[in-house]
């Protein structure tokens, strides 16, 4: 009996998985709507019986990602951090960086950059003290880019160039791991991005079309992720050309 019900708990914990992980893939591609944030409260209210601490961190992630897409920011903040004090309690590096990482781009969102990089680094210099395997690759390169971003937002174009390459060096050492087509495409757009600013910034408009156009092109075979998702990079991206040629890009 006591088998039985532990092998009918693993289907539960396997399908409510599955259910995640499709939400994630949508996400990325742009492909959301509000039955997602329905099926998500119900995974994390099965995840509580269940008492899954991992579980219970992935579905309110994806939550609070969904209200952050929704500009609902304080309640974006309000999951995030809750995922964060289950994933310090589990010592879950993978997770504290993603959350990281999805911390400060709220605070970014709330157009304070300084304090996403306040909130980000500590995460960040994490990475200077662990080795980063293939199973951490993602949630480095995510935390990584989005860091970058806001770097480049703050006008600290050196240390944006640093960890830029960093990012750039794990995509690199690790170029088979499981990264969906959505996902490479996504990375690319932020490197181009960071990269045109970075170079615009520097006086080096040449390299800034260049990498405009990688943007671009990136967000083209990206689609409707492009518009709803790195849209808005580009719509910082004017803001941040102020060159009389900016237009070029």
Excluded at 114 to 122: I, K
Excluded at 156 to 178: F, G, M, P, S, V
Excluded at 200 to 224: F, P
Aim: aromatic fraction near 8%.
């Amino acid at each position: 009996m006591e088998q039985a019900d532990q092998e009918q708990t693993e289907n539960i914990e396997h399908d409510l998985n599955q259910q995640i992980e499709t939400i994630r893939a949508r996400l990325w591609q742009g492909d959301y709507d509000t039955q997602h944030e329905v099926i998500l409260n119900r995974t994390h209210s099965e995840a509580v019986t269940l008492r899954n601490l991992p579980l219970q961190i992935r579905s309110m992630r994806l939550l609070g990602t969904l209200a952050y897409l929704a500009m609902n920011l304080d309640q974006a903040r309000t999951y995030i951090n809750r995922a964060m004090a289950l994933a310090m309690r589990l010592q879950d590096t993978a997770e504290m960086l993603t959350l990281g990482a999805n911390l400060g781009y709220i605070y970014r969102g709330k157009g304070d950059p300084q304090e996403a990089v306040r909130r980000f680094t500590p995460f960040i210099e994490k990475l200077d003290l662990i080795e980063i395997t293939p199973q951490l690759s993602r949630s480095a390169v995510t935390a990584l880019l989005r860091y970058v971003v806001c770097l480049v937002l703050s006008h600290d174009y050196d240390q944006a160039q640093t960890r830029l390459q960093q990012a750039n060096q794990i995509l690199k050492h690790y170029d088979e791991t499981d990264l969906t087509p959505e996902e490479s495409l996504g990375f690319s757009a932020y490197s181009a991005y960071a990269r045109a600013v970075i170079a615009m910034a520097r006086g080096d408009y040449d390299s800034a079309r260049v990498q405009c156009q990688k943007y671009d092109d990136a967000n083209r075979r990206l689609g409707r992720y492009s518009e709803r998702l790195l849209g808005r990079l580009l719509l910082l991206r004017v803001e941040l050309f102020t060159e009389p040629d900016e237009e070029a890009c």
